[in-house]
């Protein structure tokens, strides 16, 4: 797969918050999405070449829709959407939601999870609590391994 000029790959993107789903420069990444092109590798920057932050193949950014989110926390909603990873990768079953409505582009936004298969920083729960057509965010959805 693609990776920068360091050598980081989308993983470490993803990993690192670096980069959001909708193409934007991540809460970690310190700088704007305009410093990506300090890190370009063949042209291709994480925000074009990694579908997780919004590129991938096509080029094309998924779309997304937020909203806030008041329970015992603040989430970011996002709409459903199918994620394809630069490994070929897709979110199995297409547009998975957990018993919550949350996408799998949700655990990514929030930090529910991380692209090794466990769970992220802001993950308080169980994922068998939140289980939908037999699946969980770390079986369904790419992003979370």
Do not use: I
């Not at 305009?34 to 998924?62: K, M, S, V, W």
């Amino acid at each position: 797969g693609w990776v920068d000029s360091d050598g980081d790959g989308c993983s470490v993107y993803v990993e690192n918050t670096w980069c959001t789903p909708d193409g934007r420069a991540g809460p970690n990444f310190g700088g704007t999405a305009a410093d990506f092109e300090h890190f370009a590798n063949n042209g291709r920057t994480a925000l074009t070449a990694c579908c997780l932050c919004g590129g991938g193949l096509g080029g094309a950014r998924p779309t997304t829709t937020t909203t806030t989110v008041t329970t015992t926390t603040v989430a970011t909603t996002a709409a459903p959407t199918t994620t394809t990873a630069a490994d070929g990768c897709v979110d199995d079953p297409e547009e998975w939601v957990d018993s919550d409505g949350d996408s799998c582009a949700n655990y990514v936004l929030n930090e529910w999870c991380l692209p090794n298969g466990t769970a992220g920083p802001w993950f308080g729960g169980d994922f068998d609590r939140f289980s939908n057509l037999g699946r969980t965010a770390l079986t369904a959805c790419c992003a979370c391994g």
